[in-house]
């Protein structure tokens, strides 16, 4: 079984910039596609970025292509989430999600592992 946890989340002006962090416990943490998800109050849970199990291949939703960056560091189970120029739409819990395949999906369905979820909050 996986275990992630998020961190990093918190309160910023519009314009400024986070860093999430999602620590992995297993052995075979490589092997997985991890994902971002996030959700707004009142909305559905909806995909932000994905990253297959080596490091490329990554993909994002539309309203943050340009602005956020997933990575990750396999030597330290580790995926990272870099958000640039944020914008009050952007507020949402944000999740940490671990696939059982090697590429990243936009499905939740496709996770297996899930986080518990850090709050991120931009002020206008």
């Known amino acids: 079984q996986v275990q992630l946890v998020e961190s990093g989340g918190g309160l910023v002006q519009a314009g400024g910039s986070l860093r999430l962090s999602c620590a992995a416990s297993?052995?075979?943490?490589?092997?997985?596609?991890m994902g971002w998800f996030r959700q707004a109050p009142g909305k559905e849970r909806e995909f932000v970025a994905g990253i297959r199990s080596s490091g490329g291949n990554t993909y994002y939703a539309d309203y943050v292509k340009g602005r956020f960056t997933i990575s990750r560091d396999n030597a330290k189970n580790t995926v990272y989430l870099q958000m640039n120029s944020l914008k009050p739409e952007d507020t949402a819990v944000y999740y940490c999600a671990a696939s059982q395949f090697e590429q990243a999906t936009t499905r939740a369905p496709m996770y297996k592992y899930w986080g518990p979820g850090t709050q991120v909050i931009v002020s206008s």
């Open positions: 297993g052995r075979t943490f490589s092997s997985y596609a």
